[in-house]
């Protein structure tokens, strides 16, 4: 019962470095999310997937790219890493055609960038 | 677009009672879901509790209850018999019914503590 897993939970990056955070899922969701939580707020949708080879934007993309080459992954890039971006990045996923299913949040990746 | 509010950043219970975290919404849309998520120290995202908006019935998880007021564009959770467990962030969720699994729209949250 691994749900969705996230890598790395902790990272510490420098200003324009980049990195990858991991997503995969192990329920065959076609849905997949980025999300990001900053400090005392909720949570703002990065980007998200319906399906492998689709993607959208959502709220906050500036910054980030993504690929959904398979069903199960979703990896989320920062590809010049800045300051605002230190936040604590949650992936989800949830099944397609049953209404109102909700969404399975990973335990969320905690990144500064200094 | 659709927003949710949590006008309360932060409550507090004692143990064995019951408090009521608050959450309005804004959409033009009539056919939703809405959610409370539980985010305990952790930082996992637990669901608590689902309404589908077309149910006119307050959806009941055993020590958790909302009062959906649609016509407010309401949605309160409330928690019975609070436990020391219960002290967590609640978030309070969207979602449209428009078109397949579309995102959450989250409030910013309500921190609750349970004084023993």
């Known amino acids: 019962n691994a749900g969705v897993t996230q890598t790395p939970k902790f990272r510490i990056l420098k200003i324009g470095q980049s990195m990858t955070l991991q997503c995969t899922q192990d329920?065959?969701?076609?849905?997949m999310y980025w999300y990001r939580q900053d400090p005392g707020m909720g949570l703002k949708l990065i980007y998200y997937?319906?399906?492998?080879?689709?993607?959208d934007k959502g709220e906050v993309p500036n910054g980030y790219n993504v690929s959904r080459s398979t069903t199960e992954d979703f990896p989320l890039r920062l590809e010049l890493a800045a300051p605002s971006q230190t936040s604590v990045y949650f992936c989800?996923?949830?099944?397609?055609?049953?209404?109102?299913?909700?969404?399975?949040f990973g335990d969320g990746t905690r990144l500064s960038i200094l | 677009a659709q927003t949710v509010t949590q006008s309360q950043p932060e409550m507090s219970v004692q143990e064995a009672e019951t408090v009521t975290l608050s959450c309005t919404y804004d959409?033009?849309?009539?056919?939703?879901?809405l959610f409370w998520y539980k985010q305990p120290p952790s930082r996992q995202m637990i669901l608590v509790i689902r309404?589908?908006?077309?149910?006119?019935q307050n959806a009941t998880e055993n020590r958790f209850s909302v009062n959906f007021q649609k016509a407010a564009k309401s949605f309160s959770l409330k928690i019975s018999d609070s436990q020391l467990g219960d002290a967590a962030m609640y978030f309070c969720?969207?979602?449209?019914?428009?078109?397949?699994?579309?995102?959450?729209?989250f409030g910013k949250g309500t921190r609750l503590s349970v004084i023993a």
């Open positions: 989800a996923s949830s099944s397609a055609g049953v209404e109102g299913q909700p969404q399975h």
């Open positions: 969720a969207y979602r449209s019914a428009c078109s397949g699994n579309t995102p959450l729209v």
């Open positions: 959409t033009s849309e009539s056919d939703y879901y």
């Open positions: 309404q589908e908006a077309y149910k006119q």
């Open positions: 997937s319906v399906g492998a080879g689709i993607t």
């Open positions: 329920m065959n969701h076609n849905y």
